[in-house]
C-alpha cells in the first residue's frame, strides 16, 4: 500500500527559481490537499481539491500553484522561489472531506537560499 | 474566522508523568480530530470525536468532547518514550482548522 507519496523528499533551490513538487494517491481518494509547516509549527493549507478538474486556495496561496488533472495526482508549483517559502511540505488526500480520515505523504523539505 | 487553539506549545515531562494537551474552538465544531507528529514525521491520525462529551480510550490515551462540541483534549497516562511527538487536533467547523500543536517532550 503507497498511500500518499510525494517527491522529491528534499531539495535546495535559488532565489527566484521554480519547481514542482509530486503528489500522488492510490487510495482513489477524491480530496487532496497542500500543507506547509513551518519549524516548530502546526500546518497550513495552500491549496486543497475536490475532484478533478476543481482547485480552491486555502490558507496561504500566495506564490504557489496547484492542478488536478487526474484523480490520482496532485502537484504543488513553485514560481520564483523566495526564502520565505523555505519549509517542509506535505501532500494529504482524504475519501470525502467531512469526518474522514486525513492521510499524509512523508513530506518534502524545501530549502530557498 | 474560526480558530483553533491549543495548548500548550511545549510541555516537558518525567517518564511515567501524565501529559494533557487541549484545544478550544472559537465556533461550534461538527467533530475534531487528533493526529501524532513523531520527530521529522509527518502526521499521523489518531481518532475522530463527532459527538458532544464523547470520551474514547486508546490504551494510555484519552480523548474527551466538550458538551458544548467546541473543546476538546487529549491526556497521555505515564508517558513513555515512544510518545514523544507533536500532538495536533484538527477542528471540523464549515472547513477544517489545525491547531498549533503540542510538542511533548521527555525529559533526560
Known amino acids: 500500500n503507497a498511500g500518499v507519496t510525494q517527491t522529491p523528499k528534499f531539495r535546495i533551490l535559488k532565489i527566484g527559481q521554480s519547481m514542482t513538487l509530486q503528489c500522488t494517491q492510490d487510495?482513489?481518494?477524491?480530496?487532496m490537499y497542500w500543507y506547509r509547516q513551518d519549524p516548530g509549527m502546526g500546518l497550513k493549507l495552500i491549496y486543497y481539491s475536490v475532484g478533478a478538474g476543481i482547485t480552491d486556495k486555502g490558507e496561504v496561496p500566495n506564490g504557489y500553484n496547484v492542478s488536478r488533472s487526474t484523480t490520482e495526482d496532485f502537484p504543488l508549483r513553485l514560481e520564483l522561489a523566495a526564502p520565505s517559502q523555505t519549509s517542509v511540505y506535505f501532500c494529504a488526500s482524504s475519501y470525502g472531506q467531512q469526518g474522514n480520515t486525513i492521510y499524509f505523504g512523508e513530506g518534502s523539505w524545501l530549502t530557498v537560499v | 474566522g474560526q480558530q483553533v487553539m491549543q495548548i500548550p506549545q511545549y510541555q516537558h515531562v518525567q517518564e511515567g508523568e501524565d501529559f494533557t494537551t487541549y484545544c478550544n474552538s472559537s465556533t461550534t465544531l461538527s467533530n475534531i480530530q487528533w493526529y501524532k507528529q513523531r520527530p521529522g514525521g509527518h502526521p499521523v491520525f489518531l481518532i475522530q470525536l463527532v459527538k458532544s462529551g464523547e470520551v474514547k480510550k486508546q490504551k494510555r490515551l484519552t480523548f474527551q468532547f466538550g458538551e458544548a462540541k467546541k473543546n476538546s483534549s487529549l491526556h497521555i497516562t505515564a508517558t513513555q518514550t515512544t510518545d514523544v511527538g507533536t500532538y495536533f487536533c484538527?477542528?471540523?467547523?464549515?472547513?477544517?482548522?489545525w491547531g498549533a500543536g503540542t510538542k511533548l517532550i521527555i525529559k533526560p
Open positions: 487510495m482513489n481518494h477524491n480530496y
Open positions: 484538527a477542528g471540523r467547523g464549515y472547513q477544517l482548522i
